[in-house]
């Protein structure tokens, strides 16, 4: 099958692009196999919106599971805590866009996710990279909530962490399942969350800052 190999214009995508070879046969091998979808589906290969679909499928898969990419994961540089911090660290908000593994449709929302620092800090910016690295996968928000805080702890051995994520599903929405605009929480604890106290400083915090906005 011919294919446009026009450089891509992302310069992520142009960075993969140039990688191992592998990297165009994975989009040939999904545009054919998507192109056979279409057929099935009565869509016409040859009309000028769809001519290109199969490929750009192709491509759209490779970056929206770069995920899947092992050895992939965010540098998770950490720092040792001389301040000896020990109060509660929150970075609340971080949106995420991930792909249900059953459907293969959008699920998206919002993750909170806080630690409290034993030995160790990281910059900020990490974690919302943690976040992104992971929903880059086809998943289950469950497994996703999971996959996030255990990398924390692993690179962190905090006292303990949290996190919780809030999200749109999709697959539920557009199939009429339950109702539009509903959302499933799902949520992680390890170390010193379990504590209800330390719990309910975490909920209270992030009921503040939501009241702030
Ligand atoms: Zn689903």
Known sequence: MPRNRREPEDPD???RSQGPKAYWDRVDQIAGHFSQIMEVLGLPLDDAHLRDT????GRMYLEIFRGLEEGNEPTFTTFPNEE???NMVIVKDIE????CAHHMIPFFGRAHVAYIPDQK???LSKIPRVVDFYAHRPQLQERLTEQIIDLLVEKLEP???IVVMEARHLCMEMRGVEKPGAY???SAIRGCFEDQVVRK???DLLMKNSRDR
Do not use: C, H, M, N
């Open 84 to 86: 000896q911090y020990s």
């Open 54 to 57: 199969p490929d750009r499928v």
């Open 159 to 161: 006292q303990g962490a």
């Open 184 to 186: 499933t929480t799902t």
């Open 13 to 15: 995508e142009r960075k």
């Open 96 to 99: 995420f866009y991930s792909v």
């Open 201 to 203: 400083e975490f909920l």
């Open 121 to 123: 800090i990281v910059g």
